[in-house]
């Protein structure tokens, strides 16, 4: 299957920009999305294919994909934004969706 | 509003069955694909299985920890999805998420993403 890598855990100072990477062979070829869940809720879409916003997420929430790395973006953070973050692609080899291991950001 | 409520979590012993439900509103959910996500105690997303709109084939898709054991189905004239799940294991202790599915080709590649989630609903596999 296809391996998505995620750090486990990011820390940034309030207003500050955090960048979340996802490692995968050549995942640049994929098309990535992003979801955030915030402490006992669902998951949440934050971004889709690789880099579009759905509606009702803050500008502030950006995607970028390239070569073996994806990355979200999150600009001048806030409190409210500490969560877990997960990306997702899909995994032409076993037909499935695959999740990265998650990410805990950290509001400083 | 999107919306997704699912039910029918709990307590159920090893090798037994329990039978997932989610209600969906909001949309035309006969024309939806829909999936079911799982998530472990302090663990990461899983992916369960999927079934696509019947106007596809109404097909089902299974993640191989559960194939065999779990059957995804749905009765659109309810606007509700169902996860049958049998000879439960402890390993399948979780929160158990519907979703909708988005599923496309973008720019020459297939975008398989999960539009809406309820909030999930708990299944504990304990004797």
């Known amino acids: 299957s296809y391996v998505l890598t995620q750090p486990p855990s990011v820390s940034v100072a309030p207003g500050q920009t955090a960048r979340i990477t996802c490692g995968g062979n050549?995942?640049?070829?994929?098309?990535v999305h992003w979801y955030q869940q915030k402490p006992g809720q669902a998951p949440v879409l934050v971004v889709y294919?690789?880099?579009d916003r759905p509606s009702g997420i803050p500008e502030r929430f950006s995607g970028s994909n390239s070569g073996n790395t994806a990355t979200l973006t999150i600009s001048r953070v806030e409190a409210g934004d500490e969560a877990d973050y997960y990306c997702?692609?899909?995994?032409?080899?076993?037909?499935?969706?695959?999740f990265g291991g998650g990410t805990k950001l950290t509001v400083l | 509003e999107v919306q997704l409520v699912e039910s029918g979590g709990g307590l159920v012993k090893p090798g037994g069955s329990l039978r997932l439900s989610c209600a969906a509103s909001?949309?035309?959910?006969?024309?939806?694909?829909m999936s079911w996500v799982r998530q472990a105690p302090g663990k990461g997303l899983e992916w369960v299985g999927r079934?696509?709109?019947?106007?596809?084939?109404?097909?089902?898709d299974y993640a191989a920890p559960v194939k065999g054991r779990f059957t995804i189905s749905r009765d659109d004239s309810k606007n509700t999805l169902y996860l049958q799940m049998n000879s439960l294991k402890t390993e399948d202790t979780a929160v158990y998420y519907c979703?909708?599915?988005?599923?496309?080709?973008?720019?020459?590649?297939?975008?398989?993403?999960?539009?809406?989630w309820g909030q999930g609903t708990t299944v504990t596999v304990s004797s």
């Open positions: 979703t909708t599915v988005s599923a496309l080709m973008v720019r020459g590649v297939l975008s398989y993403g999960m539009d809406v």
């Open positions: 909001g949309f035309t959910f006969s024309n939806a694909w």
């Open positions: 079934i696509k709109s019947k106007t596809d084939g109404g097909t089902t």
């Open positions: 050549n995942i640049g070829s994929k098309s």
């Open positions: 294919d690789d880099s």
């Open positions: 997702q692609v899909w995994d032409s080899s076993s037909d499935h969706p695959e």
